[in-house]
C-alpha cells in the first residue's frame, strides 16, 4: 500500500505538472480552512480552476492512504507509466485513485465581479466539461440573490421583489427628504447612502444606528432617514444591493432550518479577493462555512483598496484565529510572478514594504529582470501629458507601434490633459470605457417597466415611466397615486385602472386608466410569453418603439 500511495501522488503531481510546487499544495489542500495569499499575477485563478478539477475528478486522494478496494498490480504498473509519460489516460488515472470526490454542486464559488465569475465559469467549462455543471460560481449579491428569490418570503417579502440600483435609492432617498422637510444641501442623498450602505457593511439595524448617533444630529436625521428608506423598500417589496447580502446573513441567524439547508448544499466554499470582504460578507462566508469547515479564501492583503466601501484588512490578517476550528488550517503563499519582469517586482517589494498589517511575502518571477522602471516627476498635469506623448513619439521612431502604449490613470478627468497633448502631437488615441449599456436611459425605461410588471407595488419605478413616453400625467398627479397606494394599500396598477371612481384622481383618469390596463395586459402575457416575445410586445403596447423611431 505505501509502494501504491507513493506512486499514486506522484502522477497527481504529473497531471498537474504546469504548476508550481505552492499551486499544487493549494490544489491538493481540499478539507479544512484554507488561506491562500496570492500576490499580483501569481496565478490565483489557474489554482481556483485546477483545485476544483481535483475535488471533482480525484477528490482527497493526494492526502490520504485510503482507496476504495485494494489496488491490483496492474494498476501500480499503470501509475508507474503515468509518471513515465507512456500514458496520459486521465479516466483511467481517476478510476484508480480518486477517493471522496466532491459533486460539483456542493461547490460555492465566490467572486466579486460579474467579470471574474464569468472568466471563472468559463475557464471551468473549458477544463471539466459537462462534469464542471452544477458548480455555483457567483458574486456575493448574486448567490445571495439566488438564495432570497427562494427563501424572501420569511422575511416578509414575495420573491417578485425588485433590486434597486444606485439611481432608484437616490430617488427614494429624496422623496423621503422631501416627506420629511429636511433639506438635501445639508443632507445630500448620495452622503445619506453612503453612510447607509457603511451601516449595512456592519450589519447595522437603523434603530441601532440611532442609537449609536449619541445625540449627534446629523447621525440622528441620517438615522431617522435610514429608517425611512426602509420602510419604503419593504413597502415597494424592494431591496438595494447592501440588503441582498444582510437579508441573507438575516435569513441565516433568524432561521436555523434554512441555514442548515444552505451548509448541507455548498459544503465546499471559495471566496476570492477576500482582502476586500466586509463584515458583513464576512458573516454570511463564517454562517456557511461553520458546520463543514471547507472553506477557502484567496487573497492579498497587499492589494486591499476598498476600505472606504467597509473592506476590513482583519479579515484576512485575522483568518488563522477566526476560522480555527481544530481543523488543520493552512496558510500558502504564491509568490511566484507570471506577469512582470523582476525590476518591477524589486519596485513593488520595496514600496509595499512600509505598509503596516500586512501578512509579509516576496514576489519573485522567473521572467528575467527586464528594462528598468523609470519615474518621472512632473511640475504640472500639462508637463506631464508632454512627457506621456514625447515617450510616444520616440518608441514611434524606434519602429514601435501605437498601439503598443496604454496609459492608465486614477480618475477621467486627468484625460483632459493627455488628450489635448495627443491632438496638438497628432498621436490617435481611443478611450477606453464610456456609458455603460444597463446605465442608458431607455435600458433603463425598458427594465422599469419590466420590474413593475414582475412587481406591481414597485411605485419608484412606475414612477420613472408612467410618463414616458409623454401620456400628460404630471408630478401632482403621481404624487396622488403614491398617497392613494399608501393608504389603501392596494397596487398602483389597480388604482389607475379605478381611477375614475376616485375623486382625486378622476380628472386624469382618461390618461391613468389606459396604463393601468396596459400593464395589467403585460401583467397576464407575461406568464404566458417567452421573455423576447414579451420585450417586442412591451415595446408596440407602451408606445416606447414609436417613440425611438420618432427620435432616429
Known sequence: MEQFTALKRKALEKYFSRMNDQQRKAVFKIKGPLLILAGAGSGKTTVLVNRIANMIYFGNAYNTEQTYGTPSEQDIQFLKDYIDGKTNDASTLADIVAYDCIKPWSILAITFTNKAAGELKERLAGMLGEAGQGITAATFHSACARILRRECDKLGFSNSFTIYDSDDSQRTVKSILRELDISEKMFPPRTILSEISHAKDLLQEPDEYIASAAGDYRNLTIGKVYKHYQKKLKAANAMDFDDMICHTVK??????????????????????????????????????????????????????????????????????????????????????????????????????????????????????????????????????????????????????????????????????????????????????????????????????????????????????????????????????????????????????????????????????????????????????????????????????????????
Open 251 to 552: 435569513l441565516f441567524e433568524q432561521f436555523p432550518d434554512v441555514l442548515d439547508h444552505y451548509q448541507n448544499l455548498y459544503k465546499y466554499i471559495m471566496v476570492d479577493e477576500y482582502q476586500d470582504t466586509n463584515k458583513a460578507q464576512f458573516r454570511l462566508v463564517s454562517l456557511l462555512s461553520q458546520k463543514f469547515h471547507n472553506l477557502c479564501v484567496v487573497g492579498d492583503d497587499d492589494q486591499s483598496i476598498y476600505k472606504f466601501r467597509g473592506a476590513t484588512i482583519e479579515n484576512i490578517l485575522n483568518f488563522e484565529e477566526q476560522f480555527d476550528c481544530n481543523a488543520d488550517t493552512d496558510v500558502i503563499k504564491l509568490e511566484q510572478n507570471y506577469r512582470s519582469t523582476q525590476n518591477i517586482l524589486n519596485c513593488a517589494n520595496q514600496l509595499i514594504s512600509n505598509n503596516q498589517g500586512r501578512k509579509g511575502k516576496n514576489l519573485w518571477t522567473a521572467s528575467g529582470d527586464g528594462e528598468k522602471v523609470t519615474v518621472y516627476k512632473a511640475s504640472s498635469e500639462r508637463s506631464e501629458a508632454k512627457f506621456v506623448a514625447d515617450t510616444i513619439l520616440e518608441d514611434i521612431n524606434k519602429g514601435r507601434k501605437y498601439n503598443d502604449h496604454a496609459i492608465l490613470y486614477r480618475m477621467n478627468a486627468q484625460s483632459n490633459a493627455l488628450e489635448q497633448t495627443f491632438i496638438q502631437s497628432g498621436i490617435p488615441y481611443k478611450i477606453i470605457g464610456g456609458l455603460k449599456f444597463y446605465d442608458r436611459k431607455e435600458i433603463k425605461d425598458i427594465l422599469a417597466y419590466l420590474s413593475v410588471i414582475n412587481n406591481h407595488f414597485d411605485f419608484l419605478r412606475l414612477r420613472r415611466i408612467i410618463n414616458e413616453p409623454k401620456r400628460g400625467i404630471g408630478e401632482a398627479t403621481v404624487n396622488a397615486l403614491e398617497q392613494i397606494t399608501s393608504d389603501l394599500g392596494d397596487s398602483p396598477i389597480h388604482i389607475m385602472q379605478e381611477a375614475d371612481m376616485l375623486a382625486p384622481l378622476v380628472k386624469r383618469s382618461k390618461q391613468l386608466m389606459p396604463v393601468g390596463d396596459m400593464l395589467s395586459e403585460l401583467t397576464e402575457l407575461s406568464d404566458t410569453l417567452p421573455l423576447a416575445e414579451l420585450l417586442d410586445k412591451l415595446l408596440d403596447m407602451t408606445g416606447y418603439k414609436r417613440h425611438l423611431e420618432m427620435q432616429g
